[in-house]
Structure formats: structure tokens, C-alpha cells
């Protein structure tokens, strides 16, 4: 059973624009929510992260959303740049945890 | 550079062989996780250490494979007898367990090719 759903899966986007992606989860002692950002035969990149008690957390362009009753909560990247393209994985824990439960990841193309 | 390593960063064996992939934590993280990738999919958890305690290990580490890390700094994972569906990209990840636990920091992956 996915833990944590992850949509879109993949995404095309123009130099500049917003991109969206977006994460759900049902497991309510979820308590921490990392971004990571991977390039082709690389590593999994921590992007951000955010705690539910906050609605948003924003580091440069990079916002995450958070909506708790909802059990959601989404990636914003403003102004995207062809730097940008690569795949995007949410991913949900339990403080002190010792695992993260992946999404199956957005591919992410900003177009110049 | 401090990050995590991996080596090796590519691995074609035969089925049936045997395969060790070694990973070095960053020095200060006493908390270890080994994760399989494969294409397409997120990272899926696989096992995790706590200084050299092994503390829990998933049900897609089959008996056939094995993880150690006998001092509590460097890790190895071990997979006996390979199959074709062994084919992935193995990470490692660590994280501390003060400051900011929660923050897994991952190495650039072995890339196994079982032929």
C-alpha cells in the first residue's frame, strides 16, 4: 500500500512559470514532510522540509503548502528554470522514525 | 567532501553471484538507512542502523540479502546468489540523532545490473 500519493508524474513546464507538485498521505502520525530533488544517476537531494504545524514554508522559490485537515501538502517552485528539470519525491516520517515513505516521484522539464 | 559515499557506483554481475556494496555516513551521523530504488519508483526502505545495531529490517530484504556495520561508521550490503530482479539502485542515507533527526541525507547510490 503507497503511503504517500504523489501526482502529477511527470511535468512540463515554461522557463518561468510555477510549477505544482502535489502529495497525500493518510497516516496521521506523519509528522515531517522532505522534498527531495534527484538528478539522472544521482542521489536523492534534500529540497526542503516542512512540520504540520506551519502552513507554509518558503526557502528562495521553493514554497511547500501544507494542509492538515486535508492531508495534503504540495511543492511550489516559482519562476522554474531549465536548471530545475529533474525528478521531485515527497516523502512522509515520524519524528524520530526510522524510515521515510517515498511518493513515486514527478518528473519535472522546464522548457527554455 | 563530507557527504555520504557509495562505491562502487556501478555493479553488473551474473545471476547467481554474489554482490557487497559498501557505504561511509557522514562522520558525525550515527544513524544509517539503506533504501532500493528502482526505475520510475521512490526510494523503498530497506534496513537501518543505529551505531552498529541493526534495528529493523523491511520485508523486501529477503534472506538472501545481509547488512553489517560492525563499528558503527561504514556499512555494507550484501546480496547472495542474485537474481534478475535484484536490479536497482541501492542508496544509503544518514541522518544524526540531535539537531535535526529527521533529516536523511542521501549518497549517490550503487547502481546494480544483474545480467
Known amino acids: 500500500q503507497q503511503q504517500v500519493k504523489q501526482s502529477p508524474q511527470s511535468l512540463i513546464v515554461q522557463k518561468g512559470g510555477i510549477s505544482i507538485i502535489n502529495c497525500a498521505y493518510e497516516?496521521?502520525?506523519?509528522?515531517?514532510f522532505p522534498w527531495y530533488q534527484q538528478f539522472p544517476g544521482k542521489g536523492p537531494a534534500l529540497l526542503i522540509a516542512?512540520?504540520?504545524?506551519?502552513s507554509e514554508k518558503k526557502e528562495g522559490r521553493f514554497t511547500i503548502s501544507f494542509n492538515k485537515s486535508a492531508k495534503q501538502f504540495s511543492l511550489h517552485i516559482m519562476d522554474s528554470q531549465p536548471g530545475d528539470s529533474a525528478t521531485y519525491f515527497c516523502?512522509?516520517?515520524?519524528?524520530?522514525?526510522?524510515?521515510?515513505?517515498f511518493g513515486t516521484g514527478t518528473s519535472l522539464t522546464v522548457i527554455p | 567532501d563530507t557527504g555520504v559515499s557509495q562505491d562502487p557506483r556501478h555493479k553488473i554481475t551474473k545471476r547467481g553471484q554474489n554482490v557487497t556494496f559498501r557505504c561511509d555516513p557522514i562522520?558525525?551521523?550515527?544513524?544509517l538507512y539503506w533504501y532500493r530504488q528502482t526505475l520510475g519508483q521512490g526510494p523503498e526502505f530497506l534496513t537501518y542502523?543505529?551505531?552498529?545495531?541493526?534495528?529493523?529490517k523491511s520485508r523486501l530484504l529477503s534472506d538472501r540479502f545481509s547488512a553489517e556495520r560492525p563499528k558503527g561508521s561504514f556499512s555494507t550490503l550484501e546480496i547472495q546468489r542474485t537474481e534478475q530482479g535484484d536490479s536497482a539502485m541501492y542508496l544509503c542515507?544518514?541522518?544524526?540523532?540531535?539537531?535535526?533527526?529527521?533529516?536523511?541525507?542521501f549518497g549517490p547510490g550503487t547502481r546494480l545490473t544483474v545480467l
Open positions: 516542512i512540520r504540520p504545524d506551519v
Open positions: 497516516n496521521t502520525a506523519f509528522d515531517y
Open positions: 542515507a544518514s541522518s544524526r540523532t540531535s539537531g535535526s533527526p529527521d533529516t536523511q541525507y
Open positions: 562522520s558525525e551521523h550515527n544513524r
Open positions: 516523502a512522509a516520517s515520524i519524528t524520530n522514525g526510522n524510515q521515510f515513505y
Open positions: 542502523f543505529q551505531n552498529e545495531a541493526q534495528l529493523e
